[in-house]
């Protein structure tokens, strides 16, 4: 199984929405009730089975708070 994982680094994150403006799958949001140390809003992904790993949530990340990787498991699923 084939999985996306996209970490955001909270003290490097200022709150700016590029990463969930221009996510073509919508994976990552901003929902309001997470914040960074320094007080911003905190993105969060939320739908890892449709992320499709184009990484233009990192490289459009005017911090470079964020970093995409792809899980492949080894598991199979029934």
Same mark, same amino acid.
């Given at each position: 199984?084939? +999985?996306a994982?996209? /970490?955001?680094?909270?003290?490097q994150?200022?709150? #700016?929405?590029?990463?969930?403006? !221009? #996510?073509? +799958?919508?994976c990552?949001?901003i929902a309001?009730?997470? !914040?960074?140390?320094?007080?911003y809003l905190l993105?969060?992904f939320?739908?890892?089975d449709e992320c499709?790993?184009?990484? !233009?949530c990192a490289?459009l #990340?005017? +911090?470079?708070?964020i =970093?995409v990787?792809l899980?492949? $498991? $080894? =598991? /199979?699923?029934?």
């Amino acid at each position: 199984m084939v +999985r996306a994982e996209v /970490v955001i680094d909270e003290e490097q994150c200022q709150g #700016c929405g590029y990463c969930v403006k !221009f #996510c073509p +799958r919508g994976c990552i949001v901003i929902a309001g009730d997470k !914040f960074t140390p320094q007080g911003y809003l905190l993105p969060s992904f939320v739908k890892p089975d449709e992320c499709n790993t184009c990484g !233009f949530c990192a490289m459009l #990340c005017p +911090r470079a708070a964020i =970093e995409v990787y792809l899980n492949i $498991s $080894s =598991e /199979v699923p029934v």
